[in-house]
């Protein structure tokens, strides 16, 4: 009988190895394709080209960007506060006002004042929300104006612009012109982008299931026990806080804060819900879609006539083309891509996508 030799340990099977008599399954990194690389150059070449472009384009790239978040932002809290968004004068002039005070009083840098003053306004929203998520849809809807009503009285009064006068202050920023403009341009691209990925998340996340849910039936939804408050209240917290940052960008833009414009209603509630409506939100280029068509009608025929034209337009898109003109675009351009939204969406049953606003029933 021999003595059994020395045991030699083995070394560690990889990560993914097979089992013995089963197949190897070989998991290979994803690896970006040719046109995924052209295009994230070209990307990465138009931003760092941002100080060369003539100053027309860079207004009219700032002003479709910030129009597209606060489409973005709109549309998010819409779908899972199940009623039309109309606070957005609230927090709008809530940031653009502390990051005023950030910058000219306190003198903090007006690029971190950006993040700032939409984390205040995050703040200042979040209770209004407490109060107005509780009520019926119609009349959380209606509070939100008259919650930006209030805060625009308050503010005049405080400022002294009782009377309504666009009075402006100008901010020292210790920046040109073309630099705060540049900076401006670059904050907006960048909040654009984290709004996108937040919606991209939203949609995927069992919060969005419990909305549908309960906006349903909310008597069976609660029977159940699913409650989506909380999650309800961080959309509409988080979508303030991307208005209120949007805001702040503009007035960086500008150099000078008015309290009229603050707290107006046109630009920070009616704009948003038009272009809505003009390039649907169902995907991420709808939001640019419409934003750009709207910004190019104030610039041909002045603010006030574009916007009532584009209302028009978009109510005629609305009983056209009800999925949204995003929607029949990417169908057309990409059945692919149109043929997996629609699966995506129609597997999580009556799940609403965060990027548009819910129906009707």
């Not at 008259?146 to 920046?175: M, Q, Y």
């Amino acid at each position: 009988m021999t003595a059994p030799g020395p045991v030699t340990p083995s070394a560690p099977e990889p990560d993914g190895a097979a089992l013995p008599g089963t197949p190897a399954v070989v998991t290979a990194r994803r690896r970006f394709t040719r046109r995924e690389q052209l295009l994230g150059a070209t990307v990465l070449v138009l931003l760092g080209s941002v100080p060369l472009w003539p100053g027309a384009v860079a207004a009219f790239v700032l002003d479709v960007t910030v129009v597209a978040v606060l489409v973005r932002a709109w549309a998010a809290a819409t779908a899972f506060s199940a009623a039309p968004f109309l606070a957005g004068a609230l927090p709008a002039g809530v940031g653009t006002c502390a990051w005023w005070l950030l910058v000219a009083r306190l003198g903090v840098d007006p690029l971190s004042a950006v993040v700032a003053a939409g984390a205040v306004a995050a703040v200042v929203a979040a209770p209004v929300g407490v109060v107005l998520l509780r009520l019926a849809p119609s009349f959380t809807a209606l509070g939100g104006l008259v919650a930006g009503a209030a805060a625009a009285s308050v503010a005049a009064a405080l400022t002294g612009d009782v009377a309504g006068k666009a009075d402006r202050f100008r901010v020292a920023t210790g920046l040109g012109a073309g630099p705060m403009r540049w900076c401006a341009i670059w904050l907006a691209l960048a909040l654009f982008a984290a709004a996108t990925a937040v919606v991209r998340v939203l949609g995927r996340s069992r919060a969005a299931l419990a909305v549908a849910a309960w906006r349903d039936d909310p008597e069976a939804a609660s029977t159940l026990g699913i409650r989506p408050e909380r999650a309800r209240l961080a959309v509409w917290t988080g979508a303030a806080g991307a208005t209120g940052a949007a805001a702040a960008v503009v007035a960086l833009a500008a150099g000078s804060v008015s309290v009229q414009e603050a707290f107006d209603v046109r630009l920070w509630v009616v704009v948003p819900f038009v272009a809505a409506g003009l390039g649907g939100t169902r995907t991420m280029v709808g939001p640019v879609l419409g934003a750009m068509a709207l910004v190019l009608a104030q610039r041909v025929t002045g603010p006030a006539a574009a916007l009532a034209g584009a209302a028009v337009v978009a109510a005629l898109v609305a009983m056209v083309l009800p999925a949204g003109p995003d929607d029949y675009l990417v169908a057309r351009v990409a059945p692919g891509v149109a043929a997996r939204l629609r699966a995506r969406v129609g597997s999580a049953g009556s799940r609403p996508d965060p990027g548009s606003p819910p129906s009707a029933g």
